[in-house]
T-cell receptor, first 114, second 116 residues
Framework: ETGVTQSPTHLIKTRGQQVTLRCSSQ?????VSWYQQALGQGPQFIFQ???????GRGNFPPRFSGLQFPNYSSELNVNALELDDSALYLC?????????????FGSGTRLTVV | AQSVTQLDSQVPVFEEAPVELRCNYS??????LFWYVQYPNQGLQLLLK??????LVKGINGFEAEFNKSQTSFHLRKPSVHISDTAEYFC??????????????FGQGTILTVHP
């Protein structure tokens, strides 16, 4: 079975621009969560998608938005990029929303905002 | 509110020595607990998880952890480390039961450095 794949692996954007990050969930997983990991810190929960609907969100502003597609792949969109958005963005997929399913993480997208 | 605290930001150790990485959690409800490892420039790999049952949990690569409810701890141990264990380790928790909304709460991470 394939794991969670994210693209691109690295990205450099200018402050004020918009960015789209992509995630393909592990086979059979219908739930996707996104995390932001700033340098030297633990990952912070952004939001979760289940069956194409956002069903949980962390403390991130509305310029962070997402989509989930019928094949359960997902996108994270960030508008009006700020320097502090520079981070590793991790996608995690799960068999469902129940906490005991656990999560499989991708290798992440390293975003640098200059 | 739930929180996870990793008590050591860095742990240096010599090869073949034992190691313990400490994690404490704070929650008003039952939690599931996880340990993840992150190698440089990579994502997170699950080492082990505690959901219920036996408080001693065995994971991959020879790691184990013990859930201690009275001390609200979930420390990670390995009896003999290898150079290849050098990485950053994250403890994480999520509210047990019901739907989690994907919201894992992570600690700040512990960098384990194994010296020859």
């Amino acid at each position: 079975e394939t794991g969670v794949t994210q693209s691109p692996t690295h990205l450099i954007k200018t402050r004020g621009q918009q960015v789209t990050l992509r995630c393909s969930s592990q086979s059979g997983h219908n739930t996707v969560s996104w995390y932001q990991q700033a340098l030297g810190q633990g990952p912070q929960f952004i939001f979760q998608y289940y069956r194409e609907e956002e069903n949980g969100r962390g403390n991130f502003p509305p310029r962070f938005s997402g989509l989930q597609f019928p094949n359960y792949s997902s996108e994270l969109n960030v508008n009006a990029l700020e320097l502090d958005d520079s981070a590793l963005y991790l996608c995690a997929s799960s068999l469902g929303t129940a906490a005991n399913y656990g999560y499989t993480f991708g290798s992440g997208t390293r975003l640098t905002v200059v | 509110a739930q929180s996870v605290t990793q008590l050591d930001s860095q742990v240096p150790v010599f090869e073949e020595a034992p190691v313990e990485l400490r994690c404490n959690y704070s929650s008003s409800v039952s939690v599931y607990l996880f340990w993840y490892v992150q190698y440089p420039n990579q994502g997170l790999q699950l080492l082990l998880k505690y959901l219920s049952g036996s408080t001693l949990v065995k994971g991959i690569n020879g790691f184990e952890a013990e859930f201690n409810k009275s001390q609200t701890s979930f420390h990670l141990r390995k009896p003999s480390v290898h150079i290849s264990d050098t990485a950053e380790y994250f403890c994480a928790g999520v509210k047990a039961g019901g739907t989690s909304y994907g919201k894992l709460t992570f600690g700040q991470g512990t960098i384990l450095t194994v010296h020859p």
